[in-house]
DNA sequence: TATTTGACTAACCTTTTGTATACTGCTTAC
DNA sequence: GTAAGCAGTATACAAAAGGTTAGTCAAATA
């Protein structure tokens, strides 16, 4: 038995499939979200150091997605008292369950793009190649 | 050779990847998209059915989303002239390529909205099951 | 002839999302 | 003792996404 969401299903099902989708897409969505994701996987990072990695991110905003990211179980953040005070983030392991989705994602989206380059002016492309 | 996104590798490699990210969570992304997708899995539809199939949505918005299905290729517009003018929508075979992601997408959808459930409130849960 | 339906579009408003700048309290370095 | 770094928060603002209401023009229906 093969899953396949667009097909005849109840309307319950399908109501509960679009709430897992939508789910999905919203922890994942958001502008920054998997650029701080993805910062992380080179190691832990303090918070000043996640800022001049991800170029472009504002305090405000990487405060809020660190903390919906801890909500969603994928950051946590370590307090050291030790040496003195210092604060961390490390992904979790419960991050790479995202892996799957991500991938396919990617896969996806290089297709996608690299169908809609083709389709608009396939003559520039073979003129640039010259 | 697995295809990992989470590891080592280079720059160039890794913003590709991640711009491929980004158009696939933009063309599937938004309040609609995916709804609209739907409602349209279960045979041709003309705008009003939609509007009404779809509820909550309004005329402005999908319009603008028949728009962007259509220009990504999901959705085809079908103008009759025979008995009389009328505008049908469409699925095109290009939309099934979204199938694999949506399924990764729901599944992980599922898996984490039970991790997140079962870990607030399990004592209520429980309660709530006498 | 008046009303309804289909397929939208236009103008305007609200909410959400993201940006910019500054500021805090604390600690360490010069 | 002044400056710079850390880990953010506060405030204000701009842009994008989405919602509301109304209106168009043509054809079909009552």
Redesign the interface.
Known sequence: ME??????ISKVE?T??????????Y???GKWK??V??AL??GNKRFNDLQRTITGISARVLSNELKELEL??FVKRIVHTEPNVLIEYELTPY????????????K??????S??RS?WEPATVLEASL
């Not at 991050?95 to 990617?106: C, M, Y």
């Open positions: 899953t396949k969401l667009i097909q005849r399908c509960g499939k679009l709430n897992a989708l939508g789910d999905a897409l922890v994942i969505g998997l650029h994701i993805i996987t080179e969603n179980g991050s790479d369950t995202l892996q799957p989705v991500l991938n396919e994602l990617v996806w989206g290089e297709m996608h793009r169908k809609i389709e």
